[in-house]
Protein backbone atom coordinates (compact mmCIF):
# COMPACT_ATOMS: atom_id res chain seq x y z
CA UNK A 1 0.00 0.00 0.00
CA UNK A 2 1.38 3.31 -1.08
CA UNK A 3 0.22 6.20 0.73
CA UNK A 4 0.81 10.00 -0.94
CA UNK A 5 1.13 12.63 1.82
CA UNK A 6 -0.46 16.40 1.38
CA UNK A 7 1.38 19.35 2.06
CA UNK A 8 -1.04 19.72 5.37
CA UNK A 9 -0.04 16.38 7.08
CA UNK A 10 3.39 17.10 6.88
CA UNK A 11 3.21 20.49 7.59
CA UNK A 12 1.05 19.72 10.91
CA UNK A 13 4.55 17.73 12.73
CA UNK A 14 6.91 21.02 11.89
CA UNK A 15 4.69 23.57 14.08
CA UNK A 16 3.12 22.57 18.13
CA UNK A 17 -0.73 21.53 16.90
CA UNK A 18 -3.03 20.05 18.41
CA UNK A 19 -3.17 17.20 15.79
CA UNK A 20 0.53 16.27 16.37
CA UNK A 21 -0.47 13.21 18.58
CA UNK A 22 -3.07 12.00 15.74
CA UNK A 23 -0.95 12.95 13.04
CA UNK A 24 2.72 10.59 13.93
CA UNK A 25 -0.30 7.95 14.77
CA UNK A 26 -1.82 8.14 11.23
CA UNK A 27 1.75 7.72 9.58
CA UNK A 28 2.68 4.97 11.99
CA UNK A 29 -0.23 3.21 10.91
CA UNK A 30 0.23 4.17 7.09
CA UNK A 31 4.06 2.83 7.81
CA UNK A 32 3.13 -0.46 8.33
CA UNK A 33 1.18 -0.68 5.29
CA UNK A 34 3.90 0.33 3.07
CA UNK A 35 5.53 3.11 1.39
CA UNK A 36 5.07 6.62 2.37
CA UNK A 37 5.83 9.36 -0.16
CA UNK A 38 5.04 12.92 -1.31
CA UNK A 39 5.26 14.88 -4.72
CA UNK A 40 7.32 17.68 -5.67
CA UNK A 41 4.39 19.68 -5.63
CA UNK A 42 4.45 18.97 -1.51
CA UNK A 43 8.19 19.47 -1.47
CA UNK A 44 8.15 23.45 -2.62
CA UNK A 45 4.89 24.08 -1.00
CA UNK A 46 6.80 22.64 2.16
CA UNK A 47 9.57 24.89 1.95
CA UNK A 48 7.58 27.99 2.75
CA UNK A 49 6.92 26.72 6.03
CA UNK A 50 8.69 28.99 8.35
CA UNK A 51 10.72 26.16 10.09
CA UNK A 52 11.63 24.53 6.99
CA UNK A 53 14.85 24.62 5.03
CA UNK A 54 15.83 22.39 2.06
CA UNK A 55 18.66 20.67 4.23
CA UNK A 56 15.33 20.29 7.06
CA UNK A 57 13.59 18.76 4.85
CA UNK A 58 16.32 16.46 3.23
CA UNK A 59 17.05 15.64 6.73
CA UNK A 60 13.33 14.96 7.72
CA UNK A 61 12.53 13.00 4.81
CA UNK A 62 15.86 10.60 4.92
CA UNK A 63 15.08 9.77 8.90
CA UNK A 64 11.28 9.22 8.04
CA UNK A 65 11.83 6.96 5.26
CA UNK A 66 9.09 9.35 3.65
CA UNK A 67 10.39 8.66 -0.20
CA UNK A 68 9.89 11.89 -2.27
CA UNK A 69 9.46 11.54 -5.98
CA UNK A 70 10.92 14.66 -7.73
CA UNK A 71 9.74 14.23 -11.32
CA UNK A 72 6.34 14.10 -12.29
CA UNK A 73 5.46 12.13 -15.66
CA UNK A 74 3.13 13.22 -18.56
CA UNK A 75 0.21 11.16 -17.28
CA UNK A 76 0.24 13.48 -14.31
CA UNK A 77 0.52 16.61 -15.86
CA UNK A 78 -2.45 15.67 -18.37
CA UNK A 79 -4.38 14.21 -14.89
CA UNK A 80 -4.43 17.94 -13.19
CA UNK A 81 -4.75 19.47 -16.41
CA UNK A 82 -7.87 17.99 -16.87
CA UNK A 83 -9.09 18.17 -13.57
CA UNK A 84 -8.36 21.61 -13.13
CA UNK A 85 -10.03 22.05 -16.48
CA UNK A 86 -13.35 20.27 -14.91
CA UNK A 87 -12.80 22.29 -12.28
CA UNK A 88 -12.25 26.18 -13.70
CA UNK A 89 -15.75 25.09 -15.84
CA UNK A 90 -17.64 24.13 -13.02
CA UNK A 91 -16.39 27.79 -11.49
CA UNK A 92 -17.10 29.72 -14.31
CA UNK A 93 -20.71 28.03 -14.46
CA UNK A 94 -21.43 28.66 -10.86
CA UNK A 95 -21.42 31.30 -7.89
CA UNK A 96 -19.31 29.53 -5.47
CA UNK A 97 -18.44 30.94 -2.00
CA UNK A 98 -15.81 28.40 -1.63
CA UNK A 99 -12.21 29.60 -1.77
CA UNK A 100 -10.41 29.37 -5.31
CA UNK A 101 -8.19 26.16 -5.61
CA UNK A 102 -4.93 25.98 -7.04
CA UNK A 103 -2.93 23.89 -9.79
CA UNK A 104 -0.86 22.97 -6.99
CA UNK A 105 -3.62 20.46 -5.14
CA UNK A 106 -4.54 18.98 -8.36
CA UNK A 107 -0.92 18.27 -9.02
CA UNK A 108 -0.82 16.38 -5.74
CA UNK A 109 -4.07 14.79 -6.42
CA UNK A 110 -2.65 13.49 -9.80
CA UNK A 111 0.17 12.21 -8.13
CA UNK A 112 -1.60 10.17 -5.85
CA UNK A 113 -4.12 8.76 -8.07
CA UNK A 114 -1.13 7.65 -10.58
CA UNK A 115 1.52 6.89 -8.05
CA UNK A 116 -0.01 5.80 -4.88
CA UNK A 117 -2.70 3.54 -3.45
CA UNK A 118 -4.42 6.39 -1.58
CA UNK A 119 -3.67 10.27 -0.32
CA UNK A 120 -3.63 11.11 3.04
CA UNK A 121 -5.13 14.65 3.92
CA UNK A 122 -7.48 16.34 6.25
CA UNK A 123 -8.66 18.69 3.34
CA UNK A 124 -10.93 15.30 2.41
CA UNK A 125 -13.80 17.64 0.70
CA UNK A 126 -11.32 18.56 -1.88
CA UNK A 127 -9.91 16.06 -3.25
CA UNK A 128 -13.59 14.00 -3.14
CA UNK A 129 -15.38 16.21 -5.18
CA UNK A 130 -12.28 16.45 -8.03
CA UNK A 131 -10.78 12.96 -7.93
CA UNK A 132 -14.04 10.82 -6.66
CA UNK A 133 -11.78 7.30 -7.66
CA UNK A 134 -8.98 8.67 -5.50
CA UNK A 135 -9.12 6.75 -2.02
CA UNK A 136 -8.45 9.67 0.89
CA UNK A 137 -6.84 8.43 4.03
CA UNK A 138 -8.13 8.73 6.87
CA UNK A 139 -11.79 10.07 5.40
CA UNK A 140 -14.21 12.09 5.69
CA UNK A 141 -14.70 11.48 9.77
CA UNK A 142 -11.77 13.78 10.17
Given at each position: ??????????????????????????????RQ???????????????????????????????????????????VW???????????????IT????????????????????????????????????????????????
Amino acid sequence: MRTALDTNILSGLFSPSPRTDEINALLRHCRQEGALLISPVVYAELLAHPKASEAFLDYFFSKSGIQVEYSLDKSVWTEAGNRYARYAARRRITISQSPRRILADFLIGAHALVHADRLMTFDTTVYQQDFPELRIYPGSAY
